[in-house]
């Protein structure tokens, strides 16, 4: 009987299992959880599926030839796939069926947009070096003549075969140490922390052993499952921080917590239920899904769940205990709210924070549910609100290493901006405040299905096509009623932007033109603003329509200059007038069409080539330093070695802010300042 | 008017307060908590509470002269003072009035019998060096020019003024350190442990810290609370070991764990409780008592205490905060079994205990409620069931460090054997059982009230006379109505031994004779055993005579056979016939009659004057680990140079043990092996 299933693997995720064959790539990524960019909605008209067949890897994965596996080439993939590309290996996912054993690799602009998903990990290179390893010892077991303890007869084994000397251990491990020990007839693998401590002592022999780099973002939190053996991302797993809920903002969470005797603990409580609940899900990822048992007729209980393993799948059934170690970073308030460190002086000038240098805490210490001996890292930070995040961000791109000049760029709710090179790195944070991640506007929400996330205006009829999260055909290719728009999220704020002065509908000073030439242009009755929609009532799900207003657009501008000259004046105090090289990290980054971006002066002056976009590197840098123990030591070498600069103090910051509010700036149709700029940034100390 | 109240102090307890001018010293005893023996209750009659009125020290505590400050000399104190104790300043307590403020020094030997009080600590000399030093830095607060963070900010100050450096923080104590800093306007005082971790940081200057040393017996507990920066002794503090309801001694524990599944939590968890009780004493004894508030007519509340201090005296007003460090000890089983490690393997042959070594275990890890970042230092262990407690001993008593051959035997529910000197030094132990404490005999009781604890038997006519627990007059000064015995307690033990063949009740073998003097000596009805009543049902609580039988004198037997066995043993192993001195540690040591002893056979010969009592030498080894770090190293260093000897494994041992079992052992009248020892001795491996 012919075999009608085959093997789909997927990079860089490592999603992998068996689908039916004659099915297209893009129903395969769907069956292995993997987003892959689709527009048209399989109508092959987009050309946004591509990905690449491999062939160097397939001798790894035992798979002999990719020329059977794949249903041939199509006449129209020709229309979006150069010839150099066919040549490498390049397809379209919906144009492609399975026909046997492949190997797929999904590049970064074919991912689908949601904004988790652009929190991969990028492949930097990081040297092999984990705080975590594990020792594999054969002892001889206690007799008369040698009776030692089991604590000292296993700190022998590891001096004898591994040179490992003055170990200490944890009580919790050596409450396991006599079972693990006779379980594995004396044969046992010791993870070792630092070349320091025994945290944990499994009976018999293990070859791997994993470790979660987490990213703590205001808005988004984003965890590296990672194999500390192989280095290999094993997973990815994302979501909110669930301390939006308590605003918005770093300084509205300060806030929370200056109002609310308890607020510092219950802020912190979330969060650490977020990691557990991140780690959970991590875990989960090692078993089959579990699905849905159908109900017998009559029947009332609750679903009941089965765990269906995939045939050919290969599952790690990993537990919580097999963590052993986790790094984390954060913004400064981010990082001291999660450890519950009072965060309201980095609020206030002089803004110290209540530490710099890293920290490493038993896991437990935090509530955080892994191998209860572990530690958690907990990397440096610099000063005022640039924190471990960006010391993540550092040690990912080292800047510090390099003879060019760069400008890195960590676009989140809080903008951090560092520039340098071997000789001399500054830091500096600005208040770009969540705007451009898509809050704080009229119809702003976060990365959720009916996101509108991308978007196009016709120049010539200032009719729009977009896109949102959760369908993939564009609006141009859907009914109306099937859109279910609600709003605008952080991917298509500079879109919506820089279509909107493309089209003309805005001028370069912000302001809506007058002479319109749709009805989608309008004065808002009650409030008197101009607003321009984007979708109509009936394309959306909340009945309304979804417009963007003249308030809105003064944010973007507010965020935009703020970033804009922030970066200006880091480069006057580097006495330069242009960066070697603009490097974009966080999920925006991963989204910006880099033309728009210096079309709309979001950042200074850069040939486009030069500018690249760094995904998310500070989890990169977390990454390093969970892989890496060296990575720490540099991490607070460098928190301590980076000059950090208050712009707010800068003398011409203020000059610099208003001009940079324009699109190019220049200086014609320019606002009068009061009605732009809201008090608290024209009066900020 | 003239002040109709006057200070005493006693020494070494260090207990003070103001009392009513005329009161005896005994009674002001009573009013200060002090313990003085009198066997007679005040009549006079015994001299048993001679205490010393001090001079040297006057000048230290601003008084004068001691002349005036106490009633004239009576004829009747010349019978039990010598002249040139008489000199030195000693009286009798019962005839001493408070005539002004004096201090006064109760001699080991008039301290009441309790056995707890007996745990006192001893002046043993210990270099100041405690693992956990306080230091005072003033700093300057954030600046725009200098905005460090808080904890950078310590830790330069801490450089700067007192040389320490490379410092980590406990999340816990980082989380107090920005209000501290500002609370006490950027004036701290910070413990650090090690001189490596920060562990406290209060606002202002603190001059004091505290910590305790714990020895955890099988049977008993004792906390000696420490001033950490004087190193006096605060006060001592005890308890049962809560464990006891789970056997009384290692085996039945470690049998108890392995018949639960919880058993070992169960126990550890009890222990713990009992630990944070007896921190709550420590604490409760720094405020003024609590006195009961005299209930108002018709009211039906519970009772109400209100703190009333004490004119003149200081209390210290701590709290569990205060408390900064701990060190503990105890043998393998209690060790093991406080930290919940598998105790199972060391009651088996070979022995192994799950770690030698000490260990520094965070407080809050343990469920120890003291100052949260503060940790524990566990004593190591030697092998077998020599533990923790005989390092204690060892490091107090430093025989590694002499010329001289030291025999140190501690005696508690499990016997533990030290000899040897600075070029050799071997441990075994001997389970003498809980007998020598009282236990396992018909009427064995703990040191309560009402258990005899002091007894003499009229050879002539073998009367008996006996003192019981919380009273202070003898049987003979007493109405029988008064006495309430309940049983006998450990430290009547030896003395209703040798008082038993004194009297020729009992013959050389342990067998009681037949040609008795007096009705006490009688045949049991029901168990056909011999038995001699020591005390009558009138004189008792429970309505029952109090004998000792048969088969208790077998089970004392066997103790002090182990004991004597395995001594000789030890000593054939050294090569010695003799020792140059013998100590005796333990609650036991400070009561035995050094005479009755040697007599009975309990110790190897030995002149007596080479023999010392060196009271809780474990509890004094762990508060020199207290308060030396030193001693912390020295500990871990000796428990891996003594050699452990296991003894029931030497080829003469059962030879040994059965001759030693003889009252001078010499082997006439010696009974059948199988009627006097127990099955499990015979046949131990």
């Avoid at 379209?92 to 690799?105: M, P, Q, T």
């Avoid at 251990?169 to 050596?174: K, N, S, Y």
């Avoid at 981010?334 to 980095?346: D, R, Y």
Wanted: net charge negative.
């Amino acid at each position: 009987m012919e075999n009608n299933k085959a093997m789909v693997i997927f990079q860089p995720s490592g999603r992998r299992g068996e689908v039916p064959k004659g099915i297209n790539l893009i129903e395969a990524s769907r069956l292995l959880g993997v987003d892959i960019e689709t527009l048209c909605g399989e109508k092959k008209v987009c050309g946004k599926c591509k990905i690449r067949i491999e062939e160097g890897r397939f001798e790894k994965y035992g798979i002999e030839s990719k020329k059977s596996h794949v249903s041939p080439w199509q006449e129209l993939e020709d229309k979006f796939i150069k010839a150099q590309e066919k040549e490498a290996g390049y397809r379209l996912a919906c144009a492609s069926n399975v026909e046997g054993d492949i190997l797929v690799f999904v590049p970064e602009e074919s991912r689908a947009g949601k904004q988790l998903v652009s929190k991969a990990a990028r492949d930097i290179h990081i040297e092999y070096n984990p705080a975590v390893k594990i020792y594999y010892v054969e002892l001889i077991k206690p007799t008369f003549e040698e009776p030692t303890g089991d604590f000292e007869r296993v700190c022998r084994g590891l001096e004898k075969e591994h040179n490992l000397s003055n170990l200490r251990i944890d009580i919790q491990t050596l409450r396991q140490l006599p079972m693990a020990l006779r379980k594995g007839d004396w044969k046992v693998t010791v993870s070792v922390w630092m070349d320091q401590e025994i945290i944990r002592v499994q009976p018999g022999k293990n070859k791997n052993h994993y470790g979660l780099a987490i990213d703590v973002g205001t808005t988004t939190v984003v965890g590296y499952f990672c194999n500390l053996t192989t280095m290999e991302v094993v997973d990815t797993v994302s979501m909110m921080n669930p301390q939006c809920k308590y605003g918005e903002d770093v300084m509205s969470r300060i806030t929370y917590h200056m109002a609310n005797a308890d607020g510092l603990k219950r802020m912190s409580d979330d969060i650490i239920e977020g990691l557990n609940w991140l780690i959970d899900q991590a875990i989960e990822g090692t078993y089959p899904p579990k699905k849905k048992k159908k109900k017998k007729k009559g029947e009332n209980g609750p679903h009941e769940f089965v765990e269906v393993p995939e045939k050919g799948k290969t599952y790690l059934y990993l537990t919580r205990e097999d963590i052993e170690d986790i790094t984390l970073c954060g913004n400064t308030a981010m990082h001291h709210i999660l450890l519950q460190l009072n965060p309201e002086h980095v609020g206030l000038s002089p803004f110290p924070p209540v530490i710099h240098h890293s920290l490493d805490i038993r896991a437990r210490d935090l509530n955080i549910d892994i191998n209860p001996s572990s530690y958690v890292f907990v990397l440096p930070n610099e000063a005022g609100f640039v924190g471990a995040d960006n010391v993540g961000v550092l040690i990912a791109e080292e800047p510090y290493k390099k003879d060019e000049t760069q400008l890195i760029i960590d676009i989140g709710t809080n903008g951090e901006l560092v520039l340098g090179n071997k000789h001399k790195l500054i830091s500096s944070s600005c208040a770009t405040g969540p705007a451009l991640e898509g809050a704080q506007l009229q119809f702003g929400m976060r990365a959720a299905p009916g996101a509108i996330e991308r978007i196009e205006i016709d120049p010539e009829t200032h009719e729009v096509d977009y896109k949102v999260i959760g369908r993939d055909a564009w609006r141009k290719y859907s009914e109306a009623k099937d859109m279910k728009a609600k709003g605008i999220c952080g991917s298509g704020i500079l879109d919506v932007f820089s279509e909107l002065y493309r089209a003309g509908i805005i001028a370069k000073s912000g302001a809506f033109r007058d002479n319109q030439k749709s009805n989608r242009f309008r004065k808002n009755m009650e409030t008197n603003q101009p607003e321009f929609v984007l979708a109509w009532a009936k394309e959306s799900s909340i009945d309304k329509d979804i417009v963007i207003t003249q308030k809105d657009v003064r944010q973007i501008q507010l965020a935009k200059g703020a970033l804009y000259a922030g970066c200006k004046l880091m480069m006057r105090r580097m006495g330069i007038d242009k960066v070697d090289k603009l490097k974009i990290a966080g999920a925006f980054g991963t989204h910006v069409d880099r033309e728009k971006a210096l079309a709309m002066g979001l950042f200074p002056d850069c040939e486009i080539e030069k500018i690249l976009s760094v995904g998310n590197a500070a989890g990169d840098g977390c990454r390093a330093a969970l892989l890496n123990r060296d990575k720490r030591k540099e991490a607070n070498w460098v928190s301590r070695n980076v000059e950090y600069i208050e712009l707010t103090v800068e003398g011409d910051f203020q000059n610099q802010f208003i001009e940079a509010m324009q699109i190019p700036h220049m200086t014609d149709e320019f606002p009068h300042l009061e009605d732009i700029v809201p008090d608290e940034i024209l009066h900020q100390k």
